[in-house]
């Protein structure tokens, strides 16, 4: 059974590192899955812990938002791992912060 589609407000855990992240964005009536490491990730609320990895190589970035190519995911990582996040197989990029405007 595939997990329900992400919702803004979720918080997800990766099943393969330490990545936990909040849905900030999701697009309304598609269904999108989110995975970390190439598995799915699951509701944060009762995961079970990841397996212990050596990789000390950061995947997801603490703080940082993920988004698609589309701009219509995006994800808050609240816990940085070893693995990349993707939405159905494409790689999810941090999103660019804006230009603050001029103070002239």
Do not use: F, N
Not at 28 to 47: I, L, N, Q, Y
Not at 73 to 100: D, F, M, N, V
């Amino acid at each position: 059974m595939a997990p329900p589609a992400p919702r803004p407000g979720d918080q997800l855990a990766s099943t393969v590192c330490t990545t936990r992240v909040v849905v900030i964005r999701a697009p309304a009536g598609k269904d999108v899955s989110v995975e970390c490491g190439g598995k799915p990730m699951v509701p944060a609320e009762g995961a079970s812990p990841p397996p212990v990895t050596s990789d000390a190589s950061p995947g997801t970035v603490l703080g940082k938002r993920y988004v698609d190519a589309d701009d219509t995911l995006e994800l808050l990582c609240t816990s940085p791992g070893a693995g990349q996040l993707t939405s159905g197989g494409a790689p999810l990029t941090i999103k660019a912060a804006k230009p603050l405007p001029a103070s002239d």
